[in-house]
């Protein structure tokens, strides 16, 4: 009898002293996933790194980030189906990717509407981006956390220098699968080419396209000055990254969890402007340097492609999308030139 008490408190001791080397709550994982190269010369990953090393930091451990570059964890379709349904936490997408769950994300196709990167930001920062942030938010259970560069867009192509509008007729340009770039190149009289980004340095390396719309930084990750010898400087797209989190899983941090978070988007995010925004403004000696022709508009030829481009798009814009946030866009690009 004795034998079997004694062999009951040692077990009893062993089950106590195994609970109380537990941690008094679960640690949660923050699965982050973008879609750059796992290099620390790249903007989206650099960013990344700093926010789990701020977060797991300031929560002294109770949250773990586990960062997927590359596309590991898939599309940015797919990125956005697991935002939604919980199964990613924190994920880094593009207006275009975004725009697949969330069609009012289309209006920043509209092309010509930013003077610089503070002006964009004045627009994205402010009442417009919280209050278009707010509806994503209620329409899909994603919490939209920040607005970041994903870099001016500008034309290349293999044929020669475009300068005004009627250079482009006759080129057959590579844009993403979505109505609004294809409307975008149509208007200045060129051929859109809708080609799936994995295909691009093939199709332009083959001919299948003449030219491609990209920002520098693509250009770049992707080495398609290879096959493109010309580029033309008319930023007719402020593109950006939307950092995006599923509601629920955020509204399951504590409060002190919850403002680590807030830190790390906020530290991610002026990372990943700083060095996308660099990289624009050298866009010219960096693709001199990688054998590019560069041509760079002036304001009046800017015009050009603006009054050619968008009233199509607009078009475009209010019927498939809503003349109400159309509207409300270019109200808030006005009002940021103030």
Do not use: C
Not at 84 to 98: M, N, P, Y
Not at 257 to 277: C, F, N, P, Q
Request: no cysteine; charged share 25%.
């Amino acid at each position: 009898m004795r034998y079997t008490r004694l062999r009951l408190a040692i077990s009893l001791a062993a089950i106590l002293s195994s609970l109380s080397a537990l941690p008094a709550h679960a640690q949660k994982i923050i699965k982050y996933a973008h879609f750059h190269p796992a290099r620390m010369d790249q903007s989206m990953h650099a960013s990344a790194v700093t926010f789990k090393e701020h977060v797991e930091k300031a929560t002294s451990g109770s949250i773990k980030v586990e960062i997927y570059p590359a596309g590991q964890l898939g599309s940015a379709q797919q990125i956005m189906e697991g935002l939604r349904l919980g199964t990613v936490e924190l994920g880094v997408v593009h207006e275009g990717g975004v725009s697949g769950v969330y069609r009012p994300f289309n209006i920043f196709g509209m092309p010509y509407m930013f003077q610089s990167h503070a002006h964009a930001y004045a627009v994205l920062d402010g009442p417009f981006g919280k209050e278009l942030g707010e509806d994503l938010k209620k329409k899909t259970g994603i919490r939209l956390m920040a607005y970041a560069d994903n870099g001016v867009r500008h034309f290349t192509n293999s044929k020669r220098v475009i300068r005004t509008p009627d250079d482009m007729k006759g080129l057959k340009i590579r844009v993403q699968p979505s109505p609004v770039f294809i409307e975008l190149v149509k208007a200045l009289g060129a051929s859109p080419t809708a080609i799936d980004w994995g295909e691009t340095p093939a199709a332009l390396a083959q001919g299948t396209a003449d030219g491609q719309e990209n920002s520098v930084t693509t250009i770049m990750s992707a080495s398609l000055y290879q096959h493109q010898k010309y580029a033309t400087l008319d930023g007719h797209i402020y593109g950006f990254f939307g950092y995006l989190i599923n509601d629920r899983f955020y509204k399951s941090l504590t409060n002190e969890e919850r403002l680590a978070v807030d830190a790390g988007v906020e530290k991610a995010k002026v990372v990943h402007r700083d060095m996308t925004r660099s990289l624009d403004l050298s866009a010219k000696k960096v693709l001199s340097e990688k054998g590019m022709q560069v041509t760079e508009l002036t304001p009046a030829e800017v015009d050009q492609f603006r009054n050619a481009t968008q009233p199509p798009v607009r078009k475009y814009l209010e019927t498939s999308v809503s003349k109400e946030w159309t509207d409300k866009i270019l109200s808030a690009v006005e009002a940021a030139k103030k």
